[in-house]
């Protein structure tokens, strides 16, 4: 048989090896994060066998933040909640914030704005007062991004300012160019074309310093967008080029292929077709190598614009429908995709809400009926069970029996030791009862005051007697002082029992006078003893 300290042992090994495989499983979320998502996996069903559910909590978060990265956002935002609920109730305000902030993201890309804004505020709320700098920063460029998607830019600009004063406080260079380029961004929504090329060339030259190409080639494809968005296509076109020599040589294929459509719509403008062509024919190979319906519709309709600037208004027009037809599906299956996202997400939010419902009705039905001081049954309950068990024991024609218990001198026990320690004394004794009535159709009640009442059902005079005498022995046996009682130096109980075979014409209120009736014969004879009343 295993030991105490042996079973702790283990479970402390179990717990850390569960922390282990999280931290594995975060570790590996970006480079392998197919891996990462089996070893959450197995994390996660081994915090659920354990009873460990911050690391249950732990692993479903990981595995919201694989799906959130994989666009499954339906799961996303599941084991997301899942996580959430439980550091609720573990109170793990860290937990919380973090979950929070994936949820916001995933609720942002479903279109659920709303939600995606109130899971980040309430992130934010936790990390203010923690004044967590470094998450505050990722927080205020989300919540930016979500005001921008809103096209509340005002709002956005506010965020966006805030996230560049703190990531400069901590001279985070990559925090700092994100800043830049999302304010640049919104200025160009804006209109403010000069604003946003001076914080996108600041970003530029940020991700130059660092070394970081994919950033750069970012930088420079804004940076032609606000050329374009002017009229200058030519200067648009050589921040392009920059563009798509650094996407080339990292293989992006799907950003190659945009922008290959992007130089070749501009080559339409500024009348050289042919290489429009060139450029329209890569973009069309590549986005149906990488199977991109949207970069497919975009080639589409430029295709068309090149057909037309030509003069060849059949192949315009083949272009036209094709590309109305693919815009038609694409709405279609994004505005289907969006409203079954959200449709996921309210069914989710009800049955949770339904689940925590059903919850606080249970706790609340079950406070209805437990003593507050004790925990055992109230009288409320008492009279319940009583009538229920007096009915089943009148259909079988079997004996009903009830105990009433009375802690002797309790008044003095109060006024000797005070309130709290006699709180307490109610609270040992009511458990040394439950302990000798342990049926499932036996049951221990506070009746009122320092009175306790038990029920014990199919049991005949004999049977209660026993249970009297374990019930006074079993408070004997605690062995609580009393040094103002008048018969003994320590706690002690009188009883009166009454037994019956409950009949039609009898109300199971006399079953419980003629106990106490027995109970006044206890105290008005000396105290601590039994008394069974007899007709």
């Not at 080559?267 to 050289?272: A, P």
């Not at 307490?424 to 342990?438: E, H, M, N, P």
Request: hydrophobic share 35%; glycine share 6%; with cysteine.
């Amino acid at each position: 048989m295993n030991s105490p300290v042996g079973n702790l042992l283990e479970r402390k090994r179990l717990i850390e090896r569960i922390d282990s495989l999280n931290q594995r499983a975060l570790s590996l979320s970006t480079e392998r994060p197919a891996e990462s998502l089996d070893v959450a996996g197995k994390a996660e069903a081994l915090a659920l066998g354990a009873d460990y559910p911050r690391g249950t909590a732990t692993a479903a978060h990981i595995a919201a933040l694989f799906h959130l990265r994989s666009g499954d956002l339906q799961s996303a935002v599941k084991k997301g909640r899942e996580s959430l609920d439980i550091f609720t109730e573990l109170e793990d305000r860290d937990g919380m914030s973090s979950t929070l902030n994936t949820l916001g993201i995933a609720y942002r890309n479903i279109g659920s704005f709303d939600r995606g804004l109130d899971c980040l505020m309430r992130s934010l709320k936790i990390e203010s007062a923690k004044n967590n700098l470094r998450n505050l920063v990722k927080l205020y460029g989300n919540i930016g991004n979500i005001f921008d998607s809103m096209g509340q830019y005002s709002d956005g600009l506010h965020y966006y300012t805030k996230c560049l004063s703190i990531s400069q406080q901590l001279s985070d260079e990559n925090a700092t160019a994100d800043a830049h380029s999302n304010l640049g961004t919104c200025y160009h929504h804006l209109g403010e074309y000069e604003k946003s090329a001076k914080y996108h060339r600041k970003a530029l030259k940020i991700r130059e310093s660092l070394g970081d190409e994919h950033g750069i080639s970012i930088c420079l494809n804004n940076l032609g967008m606000i050329y374009e968005q002017q009229g200058k296509y030519q200067r648009a076109l050589k921040y392009y080029h920059k563009s798509l020599d650094i996407k080339v040589r990292l293989n992006m294929k799907l950003e190659t292929a945009r922008i290959c459509n992007t130089i070749g719509n501009l080559c339409t403008i500024l009348g050289n077709h042919e290489e429009a062509s060139e450029y329209l024919e890569r973009g069309r190979r590549l986005a149906g190598e990488v199977k991109s319906q949207t970069a497919i519709r975009e080639n589409l309709a430029y295709l068309s614009s090149l057909a037309r600037a030509k003069g060849d208004w059949e192949r315009a027009f083949v272009h036209h429908l094709a590309f109305h037809n693919l815009d038609k599906q694409i709405f279609n299956s994004t505005r289907i995709a969006s409203m079954e996202a959200q449709l996921e997400i309210m069914t989710s939010e009800l049955y949770s809400a339904n689940r925590k419902l059903e919850e606080a009705n249970a706790k609340l039905s079950t406070m209805s009926v437990t003593d507050g001081l004790t925990g055992i049954s109230n009288r409320r309950r008492f009279e319940e069970f009583l009538g229920t068990e007096w009915s089943r024991c009148m259909r079988r024609s079997a004996p009903i029996s009830i105990i009433m218990v009375d802690i002797d001198f309790f008044k003095l026990y109060n006024d000797n030791y005070g309130h709290i320690t006699g709180d307490q004394c109610l609270k040992t004794v009511a458990d040394a009862l439950a302990s000798t009535a342990r049926r499932s159709t036996d049951l221990v009640a506070r009746y009122g005051g320092e009175e306790f009442a038990i029920v014990l059902s199919d049991t005949d005079s004999r049977g209660a007697v026993q249970v009297a005498r374990s019930a006074s022995c079993a408070v004997r046996t605690l062995g609580i002082p009393h040094s103002a009682s008048r018969i003994s130096d320590r706690v002690t109980v009188s009883i009166g029992l009454a037994t019956m075979v409950p009949a039609a014409q009898d109300p199971c209120s006399d079953l419980v006078s003629r106990a106490d009736r027995a109970l006044y014969f206890s105290k008005s004879h000396g105290r601590d003893r039994i008394t069974m009343f007899e007709s």
